[in-house]
């Protein structure tokens, strides 16, 4: 049998997942990564994408649309708002991508002549548009 | 001594008084435990994100590129009070408490010479801070319409604090809560969140000690998260703050419902009383009456 890790899923509101698990898929700030039992220590911000943990029983699938991970003894995610992708359907896909896009457009309008936080908020909706065709659902958001 | 029939009259009123508290405990109580239950949920969560938290502030430390959320402007000249109360009354002292604590700060940094400014949430504590302290007053947040607090109503108030911040109007930021203990117990508790001031884990040295890799790097990480930690600490006050409401308006209704019982058994004893002094009256009339012939 494989080693496992406990790992817990959280969000402001309620816990999500408290489980022993092989291995959890993070989208993390920098790219995607895998968390196996005994990995190094490491905390990470999240982008908005797909939770992938796989357990003994079978692999279970979260949309976060943001937070951050904490690797140690296990693995916490401490995610924004995280969502069972079974739960996800169009019309909550479609309110995440126009809170992304509003977000944008405010923040375009605050900074007109800084690029950083521009390209943060377009990097965001760009991120949740991307989820969109990992869990199979469209937008009818124009792709910025 | 008052007739009969106005007996009567204050017997029913206050009968239909003590259906309406008793009404409004029971709809407490239901409504008490959705929010402890809610409570409860966010609490691993907050206790998680502290002790991170708790870890990242103490390896970026007191470096001169720490942000300002976490090492504070440099100064304590301007203070803006958040005071959090309820949306309604009938809830014992539970909004007196906040307000004469949020009170007794204001008082003292006024008295230090400081700047004030005051937030308010929640209308029940605007009114009561009003009277002394109105014309510090920078805003206020309606959450009356909001039926359930949810994680994006803390984000909303953090955002309007944060941007205060940013634009420089104050230094230093405390939030005025009523903690919950238990149903007869609510504490009304002040803590500041700007700068943020995390509990750091005492004895707990080999959790402190623990090396993290941070991706991306350490700072541009505790850029994302104080932000998120100002409204996380704002969620968990807002939901303390819920519960402890109806946790408050629960045992005031209760005792509401106890004083009209025993009214009505006062009352019920001096009707009584005054309908036999009525015919005892009348039959003493017929009996000397009928003597009399």
Redesign the interface.
Known sequence: MAETMQF?L??????LMSAQVKSVQIP???GDMTAMPNH??????LRPGVLKVETDKGVEEFVVTG??A?L?EGL?V?A??AVPKADVDQAAYEAMVDEAHSAYKQTKETFKNEPGPVDDAAKLLADMVAVGTHIGLSTKQPSL | MPNLKDLKNRIASVKSTRKITKAMQMVAAAKLRRAQD?AE??R???E??NA?MGA?AASVGDSDSAPKLLSGTGKDDVHLLIVMTSERGLCGGFNANIAKLAKAKATELLGKGKTLKILTVGKKGRDAIKRDFGDYFVGHVDLSEVKRI??AD?QGIAKDVLGRFDAGEFDVATIFYSKFVNVVSQIPTEQQIIPAAFDTPEGDSAEAT???????DEE??LA??LP?GV??QI?SALLENGASEQGARMSAMDNATRNAGEMIEKLTIQYNRSRQAVITNELIEIISGAEAL
């Open positions: 817990d959280v969000s402001p509101e309620r816990s993390g700030a920098d190094a220590p490491l905390i990470t911000t937070g951050f904490e140690g916490s401490l924004e708002r | 809610a949920q966010s691993p969560y907050t998680r994100f991170v990242l949810g994680y803390a623990t090396l993290y890799d941070y991706e991306p541009a990480i994302d998260l998120r409204a996380t969620f």
